[in-house]
């Protein structure tokens, strides 16, 4: 049995030691998945290598396109039907509605994008993906 093989094994039974639902919330808050207080990126949205404070290596994740994907998912679903019910309950002047809703697309697509990534990452972390 290679090492590879061996650790696929040890994986399938993982279940237990990395509560799921935590890690994500952890990542949420952009914090290290397993301690909680580390932050887990900086400068908007590199992840650490490293936690500075309990040392786990985060440089496994491979969050991709993961992030960008659920805040487009996101933002279009609340944003779509806001815009047609604005239309449609006050029709505001076209520049109006413009202006609100290009700013409230890119304002809740601001605050989303580095959430949604620490939350990828936690759950990768939890599920043992990719190397954690
Ligand atoms: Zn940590």
Redesign the pocket.
Known sequence: MTDDSKRLASDAGHKSDRALWPAVARGWRR????????PLLYSYLKVNDI??????ELYHHQADDGPAYLTILIVGHIMAPLLLLTFTLWRPEPLTLFTIFAVGCVGLSLYLLPRLKGAIVGFQWARHMHGF
């Open positions: 914090k290290c998945p397993k301690c909680g207080s580390g936690c500075k404070v309990c040392r786990e």
